[in-house]
């Protein structure tokens, strides 16, 4: 028993270091090695003893590595500017809900672009987290989403009591990221890391954009604008445009499952 869990502790900081290289080499066992090798992927085939199992598997390299991103990408919401009020205090309890809302919006949209990053490679590693036998189970990625909304409502300081209120904000917030980073991965977006260099950066403000109207969608038809002075009833135009592009993040991991 301890040594599995010498094993599991040994696999955990090789992914952690392994994270430069996920953005080059994907969620994959080349990663790992390209950290070994000082950055050069193909080698050191002596790791890949840490990380057994089919990419499936809790113990394989792509789930040791979306692992170690998601909690990396979690952490580094804490040190977002976003947290600090205008006169660069750490945010005020005393905030009233809907300005804590907004921050926590915007430090989804932070963990957005972490995604960003390594999305070449996300979908293969997404297919991975929904592996049950053959059959996708989704509601680990909607668990993945709502351990980021969590996050992000406990650091902006939002109050809402444990009532109806604060389920539905935190299903938006955790749908509102689950959609945009899906539309973010759709097969003709998520394609190359190259692609950074030759329009990635659209492709990021156009998922961005999905995910405030979608976390904006609270607010009365008629009511005040929101960000970029979106009102409510702009906001409900991105659910037929995400029907149309974002939808096909999920034929992007289906595809890396092999359906």
């Known amino acids: 028993?301890?040594?599995?869990?010498?094993?599991?502790?040994?696999?955990?900081?090789?992914?952690?270091?392994?994270?430069?290289?996920?953005?080059?080499?994907?969620?994959?066992?080349?990663a790992i090695r390209a950290s070994s090798l000082g950055g050069n992927g193909g080698g050191g085939e002596g790791v890949?003893?840490?990380?057994?199992?089919?990419?499936?598997?809790?113990?394989?390299?792509?789930?040791?590595?979306?692992?170690?991103?998601?909690?990396?990408?979690?952490?580094?919401m804490a040190e977002s500017p976003s947290l600090k009020s205008s006169s660069g205090n750490d945010a005020q309890l005393n905030d009233d809900d809907e300005t804590a809302?907004?921050?926590?919006?915007?430090?989804?949209?932070?963990?957005?672009?972490r995604s960003f990053d390594v999305r070449a490679g996300l979908p293969d590693a997404?297919?991975?987290?929904?592996?049950?036998?053959?059959?996708?189970?989704?509601?680990?990625?909607?668990?993945?989403?709502?351990r980021i909304a969590d996050e992000a409502l406990r650091l902006a300081a939002w109050k809402g009591d444990y009532s109806m209120d604060w389920y539905t904000t935190r299903l938006r917030l955790a749908q509102s990221f689950l959609l945009a980073e899906l539309h973010m991965l759709a097969p003709n977006?998520?394609?190359?890391?190259?692609?950074?260099?030759?329009?990635?950066e659209e492709t990021l403000k156009g998922s961005t954009e999905?995910?405030?109207?979608?976390?904006?969608?609270?607010?009365?038809?008629?009511?005040p604008t929101i960000g970029e002075g979106q009102t409510m009833?702009?906001?409900?135009?991105?659910?037929?445009?995400?029907?149309?592009?974002?939808?096909?993040?999920?034929?992007?991991?289906?595809?890396?499952?092999?359906?």
Request: aromatic share 6%; no cysteine; net charge positive.
């Open 1 to 30: 028993m301890a040594t599995a869990a010498a094993a599991a502790a040994s696999a955990r900081a090789v992914a952690n270091g392994a994270l430069a290289h996920v953005p080059r080499y994907g969620f994959t066992i080349d």
């Open 48 to 76: 890949e003893s840490l990380f057994p199992g089919p990419p499936g598997a809790e113990t394989s390299a792509m789930r040791r590595l979306l692992e170690a991103h998601d909690a990396a990408s979690l952490a580094s």
């Open 101 to 113: 809302y907004r921050r926590a919006v915007s430090l989804v949209e932070s963990r957005l672009r």
């Open 126 to 146: 997404l297919a991975s987290l929904l592996i049950s036998g053959r059959v996708p189970n989704p509601s680990t990625l909607f668990q993945r989403s709502g």
């Open 189 to 200: 977006r998520a394609s190359t890391v190259d692609d950074v260099e030759e329009g990635g």
């Open 210 to 223: 999905i995910l405030r109207r979608l976390a904006y969608l609270r607010l009365p038809l008629s009511g």
């Open 233 to 259: 009833e702009e906001a409900l135009k991105s659910t037929k445009q995400w029907v149309t592009w974002g939808s096909r993040g999920w034929l992007g991991i289906f595809r890396s499952m092999g359906l």
